[in-house]
């Protein structure tokens, strides 16, 4: 997508250099939000990039082939957004807020309107494209899981979760919801929504995020599983072998004596082509992987903050990573002198899973 003239010289020239908040000279997303950044999605359809904030908004931004990004609209809560999603036609935006909604916002009419509601804030919210049916799924810390048709107001479904809905995702036929103690829980969605597994997640310590990933068939066949304690699990549903499922150790400090830094995985990300897959962390850094070589393909320079959100686009072809202080030091580490910063990386080469030897 982006041309690779762009990236060392014409408009893009000064990110030649590198400097603390962007040392792989990535591309910068215009006026990104000044308080923390919760999420950072690409449209299924097009170059449209939404990112949500506890400063209670959420921005929209065309990213065009030069790599600059245009705002194009904004919305807001009440109340800090926690998380957002695109419906599968790209045309409409759900996001999650701490006011207890989820909105769903036309982008064509810039019209935002309430469709979930819960007694809690909503940590999730994922869009359902089913083969006969379509719906929306939230998540929230008041415990429980619902399916809303956003013509009515009423969930459709909803499922008591064993404690507060932490992190989700959803590739139709799988839904994978992580909840506070360490427990997980598996849902297919043929036909409609039904639990299929309970279990303990695979880590010793709290998750933070969870991404599905496919087999070569391109059907959803397990999830990889973040924790705040520098860790990813890989976890198959149905593995042909135990030995498929594994955890690997990430985003930590090189070990000095017996000293070493550990940091949360803070969000996982497939690539849609290669099924190699991206985790960025509290140290400020992203990684590459091949799960299926169990190698690691590149890590980044670190960041001056918590890189806290990351994505694709709907071809592969461009990486998103954001930026911003997590509070996971406390108030007295923040500095408000170092900004938000939401950054564009052409990610083909280095998500290309390496041959065998």
């Known amino acids: 997508m982006f041309s690779q003239a762009a990236t060392t010289g ?20 215009t006026q990104p939000p000044d308080d923390s950044i919760s999420s950072v999605r690409f449209s299924p359809k097009a170059n449209f990039l939404v990112a949500t904030s506890w400063d209670n908004n959420i921005r929209c931004w065309e990213i065009q082939d030069s790599g600059q ?7 807001s809560h009440a109340a800090p957004v926690l998380d957002c999603c695109w419906h599968s036609d790209g045309t409409k935006v759900f996001t999650a807020s701490c006011d207890k909604t989820t909105k769903m916002w036309d982008l064509s009419s810039n019209q935002a309107i309430a469709v979930a509601q819960h007694d809690a804030p909503i940590k999730t ?19 429980t899981l619902k399916f809303w048709d956003t013509r009515t107001p009423n969930p459709v479904m909803t499922f008591q979760l064993p404690e507060r809905c932490y992190c989700a995702d959803v590739d139709f036929p799988m839904a994978v919801v992580g909840t506070a103690n360490r427990q997980v829980i598996i849902y297919q969605l043929d036909n409609q929504p039904a639990e299929f597994k309970k279990m303990e997640s695979p880590l010793k310590f709290q998750h ?11 059907q959803p066949t397990g999830f990889a599983l973040g924790s705040i304690e520098g860790r990813t699990a890989v976890h198959y549903v149905n593995p042909v072998n135990p030995k498929d499922n594994f955890t690997f150790k990430c985003h930590r400090s090189d070990t000095t004596g017996s000293v070493q830094d550990i940091y949360a995985v803070n969000d996982i990300a497939f690539h849609p082509q290669y099924g190699t897959l991206a985790t960025v962390g509290s140290d400020g850094k992203f990684s590459f992987w091949d799960k299926d070589q169990r190698t690691k393909l590149k890590t980044s320079d670190a960041l001056h903050l918590p890189i806290v959100s990351c994505g694709f686009n709907y071809n592969g072809e461009v990486f998103v990573y954001a930026a911003s202080y997590d ?11 170092k900004k938000n910063v939401i950054l564009l990386r052409p990610a083909s080469e280095d998500l290309k899973p390496r041959k065998k030897r």
Request: with cysteine.
């Open 327 to 337: 509070w996971s030091k406390g108030h007295e580490h923040f500095d408000p002198s």
């Open 10 to 29: 014409g408009l893009f020239g000064s990110q030649a250099q590198s400097q603390p908040h962007n040392p792989m000279k990535d591309f910068e997303v």
């Open 69 to 75: 990004s245009v705002p194009k609209a904004q919305q």
């Open 125 to 143: 919210c994922h869009w359902i494209q089913g083969s006969s049916y379509s719906c929306l799924m939230t998540g929230s810390w008041d415990k």
């Open 208 to 218: 933070r995020c969870v991404s599905i990933f496919k087999d070569k068939k391109n």
